[in-house]
């Protein structure tokens, strides 16, 4: 059941002039909400849609595609990505990650694993196989299509956007988080699940 029906921003990110300010609200929003243990189809997709766009500029800005792939929790967030530059329009980047996602496809499921559960940094030739867009990416990103400005132009004219007061936020997402009718089984369960884990290319975890 969805429980974080909006994109909720505070109104001093949407006043302020540097367009980042309203990405990082929202990102706050969403970890806010992943702390008090709403799960990903509990919050609204639009959200998610802003806060994992960010997620893969800065991997990808940090160590490349390559980077991305190796710390990407899971295949739905991949998804969510790509559904994420959809929603933003952002139509070069989503051509360039197709891309990406075809020299993902062609590892072998042996070389996914070996890449996922060895060490990323020295000599890595599915790494450097992975990151021969990264330039592209770079430069599309500093030239055309710059995604903190696109992500927050889509949320500045989302109609699901809700504008609150910083002072407020706490206490709203507080109101979200009362909802959950399973919240003590949730805390148990993430007490007891404290653990890292991958993704293989069918979705599964590793």
Excluded: W
């Excluded at 991305?68 to 967030?77: E, M």
């Excluded at 020299?103 to 060490?119: A, K, P």
Aim: hydrophobic share 40%; proline share 2%; with cysteine.
């Amino acid at each position: 059941m969805l429980l974080a029906k909006d994109i909720i921003v505070t109104q001093e990110a949407m006043d302020s002039t540097d367009s980042y300010d309203l990405v990082m609200s929202n990102i706050d929003v969403v970890n806010g909400l992943f702390s008090r243990y709403l799960n990903e189809e509990e919050i609204c997709r639009e959200a998610l849609y802003s806060y994992y766009v960010d997620y893969y500029l800065a991997q990808v800005y940090n160590g490349g595609f390559s980077q991305f792939v190796y710390n990407c929790p899971n295949v739905t967030v991949f998804n969510l990505v790509g559904e994420g530059l959809e929603a933003i329009e952002a139509y070069k980047h989503l051509e360039l990650f197709a891309a990406f996602n075809k020299l993902l496809s062609g590892l072998t499921e042996q070389e996914l694993r070996d890449f996922l559960s060895n060490d990323y940094f020295g000599e890595n030739p599915t790494r450097d196989r992975l990151d021969v867009h990264n330039d592209v990416f770079y430069d599309l990103n500093n030239k055309s299509e710059s995604l903190i400005e696109m992500n927050a132009h889509y949320l500045r004219r989302h109609p699901r956007l809700e504008v609150v007061p910083e002072a407020d936020l706490e206490d709203r997402l507080d109101a979200i988080a009362a909802q959950i009718t399973d919240l003590e089984e949730r805390k148990a369960a993430a007490e007891a699940n404290e653990k890292g884990f991958y993704f293989t290319l069918e979705g599964e975890e590793l």
